[in-house]
């Protein structure tokens, strides 16, 4: 689970972050609109809180370009403009829910988590391969239907491959689900995180495999 949020506060923006990190797997930061149109450019998102009072513009203005992505993301709109006439401008740009400006952090957690379930109700839900289950909403990982903990990259990094189960998801799309713009990324990083996940699915009894392809990438199938 990836996601950008927009905001220019140099108080809020890194609170944001951190929260919905913890909350949700990963989340990047930025502060304009031109900084957040290159980002969406070079990364895909699964939801974007957007902000709109940016220094150079209206957030809305940027919901037009995301709508054209596939699959597209999610967007919470964030603001301190709770005007009924504001809101349903957001909305009707393709926002798929609203938060004014001061909340409760429970209550933002649980509007992103709802903007994603439905989305995945409109794409893809529950997964199996073999006998390893992952819950996207919940971002929750089963063995023969046993819960499984799974450390934050790990994790990120296993629901990248599962999203693409059967194909092979490429060294730089891994980098990109499990470690944000300014992260430090070592160069055998991947391979390391990859190495302990395979190993964590195996001692747990799972029997799909990680498959590694090299110069590639890695490709999650059902080894049975």
């Not at 059967?166 to 990109?176: I, K, R």
Request: glycine share 6%.
């Amino acid at each position: 689970m990836r996601l950008l949020i927009i905001e220019d506060d140099s108080q809020l923006g890194p609170w944001l972050q951190s929260e919905l990190a913890s909350a949700m797997g990963g989340a990047d930061l930025v502060g304009t609109l031109d900084e957040a149109s290159a980002a969406i450019a070079v990364r895909q998102f699964d939801l974007i809180v957007l902000d709109r009072g940016l220094p150079d513009g209206d957030g809305v203005d940027l919901l037009a370009r995301i709508r054209q992505q596939h699959p597209r993301p999610g967007v919470l709109v964030l603001t301190a403009l709770d005007d009924p006439n504001e809101i349903a401008q957001a909305l009707d740009a393709g926002a798929d829910d609203y938060l004014a400006k001061p909340f409760e952090p429970i209550e933002l957690v649980a509007r992103v988590k709802a903007v994603i379930r439905r989305l995945q109700l409109d794409q893809r839900g529950r997964v199996t391969i073999a006998n390893l289950t992952f819950e996207p909403a919940s971002r929750m990982v089963y063995v023969d239907d046993e819960p499984l903990v799974i450390p934050r990259r790990e994790l990120a990094l296993l629901e990248a491959l599962v999203r693409r189960s059967g194909q092979v998801v490429l060294c730089d799309t891994l980098e990109a689900a499990a470690y944000g713009f300014d992260d430090e990324i070592q160069s055998n990083a991947i391979d390391a995180h990859i190495s302990r996940l395979r190993k964590r699915l195996r001692e747990n009894g799972c029997s799909a495999t990680i498959k590694p392809l090299r110069g590639l990438g890695y490709l999650l199938s059902d080894a049975r």
